[in-house]
């Protein structure tokens, strides 16, 4: 079993920044892929971006290319998502997830909340 916390979120005014990180009890070579995702009421949880544990060929949503960087520290088990330019539409809860590959996660976190309002 692995484990993933999230931490970093809260409110921020629209032009800012957010820094979340996502912590991985363990890897395994099912959690070679980390993404992070998020979901607000009422619409589907979107896939925000995600990255191997060797930091190759990041992938990233339409919405936030530009603004978002996701980055893998191996040596901490971690992955985060730098957030600029945030907007009120980046408003969700935001996941971190594991699995051997983009389109198959297995391992989940709790969220973590990203409020962008004035």
């Known amino acids: 079993q692995v484990q993933l916390v999230e931490s970093g979120g809260g409110l921020v005014q629209p032009g800012g920044s957010l820094r979340l990180s996502c912590a991985a009890s363990r890897r395994t070579f099912l959690t070679k892929v980390m993404g992070w995702f998020r979901q607000t009421p009422g619409k589907e949880r979107e896939s925000v971006a995600a990255?191997?544990?060797?930091?190759?060929?990041?992938y990233y949503a339409d919405s936030v290319k530009g603004r978002f960087t996701i980055s893998s520290d191996n040596a901490k088990n971690t992955v985060d998502l730098q957030m600029n330019s945030l907007q009120p539409d980046d408003t969700a809860i935001y996941y971190c997830a594991a699995g051997p590959t983009r389109g198959h996660y297995i391992y989940w976190g709790l969220g973590t909340q990203v409020t962008v309002s004035s």
């Open positions: 990255v191997n544990w060797s930091g190759d060929s990041p």
